[in-house]
């Protein structure tokens, strides 16, 4: 205590926090989470390279099944239809209107 304080006076107790390293956190355990904070980051940005490289090939591999949904459809569109003769409508009968 210094010159001026309060002889009656405590000091303030300082509320200590349980670090995320000590204690599982969500579903990972500790041991996970120091696995996680131990690694490079290069090794860090080649996993996040890989999983945006397998992210835009799914995209592609979405696309091209829909590409060739299309292609199928297109020819089967494509193929002759029987079309059937239509009967031709009798002629309306004509009306004598009064002017």
Do not use: C, W, Y
Not at 36 to 52: G, L, S, T, Y
């Amino acid at each position: 205590m210094g010159i001026h304080a309060d002889e009656g006076q405590q000091k303030k107790r300082v509320k200590r926090t349980v670090h995320a390293t000590s204690r599982p956190v969500a579903d990972m355990t500790v041991e996970a989470l120091l696995a996680q904070r131990n690694q490079k980051p290069e090794f860090r940005k080649q996993q996040r390279e890989a999983a945006i490289k397998a992210a835009k090939e799914a995209v592609r591999a979405k696309k091209e099944e829909t590409k060739r949904k299309a292609v199928k459809l297109t020819k089967a569109a494509q193929q002759p239809k029987v079309k059937t003769s239509k009967q031709p409508k009798a002629p309306k009968a004509q009306v004598a209107v009064k002017r």
